[in-house]
């Protein structure tokens, strides 16, 4: 159980805002994007929030924290629930072994109308945005960005509002992601309580190290009944 819900931890950067208020003296606040209430708050809120799992802090002050997503995947099912033939194959597989490693990334600066070139050259239906560190902070969805026209269901184009924003105004800041090393069953847990058909796989550094989709795991599941697939 405590592997599962490592997979629903999101972790989020702190920012730092201050204000001068004299000759040498400023007063500094430290607000966060947050995925529960969509909105920034300050870090005394997270500090007095049940969701907060952990604050890292540098030398400069506060950094990071972690926290639980919205999604949370159903309890395991008792070890005897699962079919005995596959038991070993799905206990041990890991999702490093399916996933697809060479994930298209893109930084919390680029415009919607990049983004929006971006999912017309490839077939991709989400694009993580990573910080300056090249750590994840969101997904910029094709669907959140692009309309389809009555009658033109094949050349979606961009929402008008969306026009000049950046990537960080958005992005969902509470992607569904799981950890590189988590078995196969706990990720499709995680996607089937999603209710998504992917998700992006991370280093404990929150560094995107691969992709899963639910085909990947069915063209895995065929080929280990050995179908030429
Ligand atoms: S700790 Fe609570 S208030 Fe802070 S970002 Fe997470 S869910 Fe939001």
Same mark, same amino acid.
């Given at each position: ?9 999101? /972790? ?22 947050c995925?529960d209430s969509?909105h920034?708050v ?7 929030? =049940? ?21 949370? =995947? ?12 596959? +038991? ?18 893109? *930084? ?22 990573? *910080?300056? *560190? ?6 910029? +969805? ?11 269901? *094949?050349? =979606?184009?961009?929402? =008008? ?64 009944? /050995?179908?030429?697939?």
């Open positions: 159980m405590k592997d599962l819900r490592e997979t629903e931890e999101t /972790c989020l950067s702190i920012h730092r805002v201050s204000t001068g208020l004299g000759e040498n003296e400023e007063e500094v606040r430290w607000t966060v994007k995925p969509h920034v300050e870090l005394d809120t997270c500090e007095g929030c =049940p969701h907060l799992e952990h604050i890292q802090r540098g030398a400069a002050g506060p950094e990071r924290l972690q926290c639980h997503p919205q999604v949370r =995947p159903p309890a395991p099912p008792p070890s005897d629930a699962y079919e005995p033939l596959l +038991s070993p194959l799905l206990e041990h597989t890991r999702v490093d072994e399916l996933m697809t490693q060479d994930v298209y990334c893109v *930084d919390e600066e680029v415009i919607a109308e990049e983004l929006a070139e971006l999912f017309a050259t490839r077939k991709v239906s989400g694009v993580p945005v990573l *910080d300056e *560190d090249e750590r994840l902070v969101g997904v910029v +969805s094709r669907a959140d960005l692009l309309r389809t026209a009555d009658g033109e269901e *094949d050349t =979606p184009r961009l929402h =008008p509002e969306r026009a000049g924003a950046t990537a960080s105004e958005l992005m969902n800041a509470s992607p569904v992601v799981v950890r590189e090393g988590t078995t196969v069953p706990q990720a499709a847990a995680v996607m089937a309580a999603a209710r998504v058909h992917r998700v992006l796989v991370v280093s404990a550094e929150g560094k995107v190290v691969g992709v899963l989709s639910a085909m990947d795991v069915v063209r895995w599941v065929a080929r280990k009944a /050995c179908y030429a697939v």
